[in-house]
């Protein structure tokens, strides 16, 4: 790691772990890279998973714009009222307030990085499904 004034490298130093111990059936795996304050706001960065057959569940995140990059398997994304199934080298955009949700109908895991942008703490899933 560099200092802060300069910028940062950073890797993922955790194991993966399921975050959202409050919502039982969401079954997305984590390991958090990056969690930095930025001029009263923070920027958030993981490395996402999700297993063949498992689901991160329909939400929105009330304050936070959501970049998420596709790596490897593919993955049902929902964004809003569109659908769709991503591969790997795609991007896909969620501004706050809009409902989403990752579905691995397939038979390989799914991976991908994630970046939220400005929350003032810890990001908050506002839950649309059981």
């Known amino acids: 790691m560099i200092s ?16 959202y111990k409050d919502h039982p059936t969401d079954r997305l795996k984590i390991k958090l890279i990056l969690n930095e304050k930025i001029r009263g706001s923070r920027i958030v960065g993981l490395e996402a998973r999700i297993e063949s057959g498992d689901v991160h569940q329909m939400h929105i995140h009330k304050n936070e714009y959501v970049l998420v990059y596709s790596l490897s398997g593919k993955c049902v994304v929902t964004v809003g009222q569109k659908t ?47």
Not at 4 to 19: D, E, I, M, R, Y
Not at 102 to 117: T, V
């Open 4 to 19: 802060k004034k300069n910028g940062l490298f950073v890797k993922s130093k955790t194991k993966w772990v399921h975050p």
């Open 84 to 130: 769709k199934t991503i591969l790997p080298n795609t991007m896909i955009f969620i501004p706050p307030k809009v409902p989403h949700r990752f579905y691995n109908k397939f038979s390989n895991p799914w991976e991908g990085i994630a970046f939220a942008i400005g929350t003032r703490k810890k990001i908050d899933n506002i839950w649309m499904e059981e």
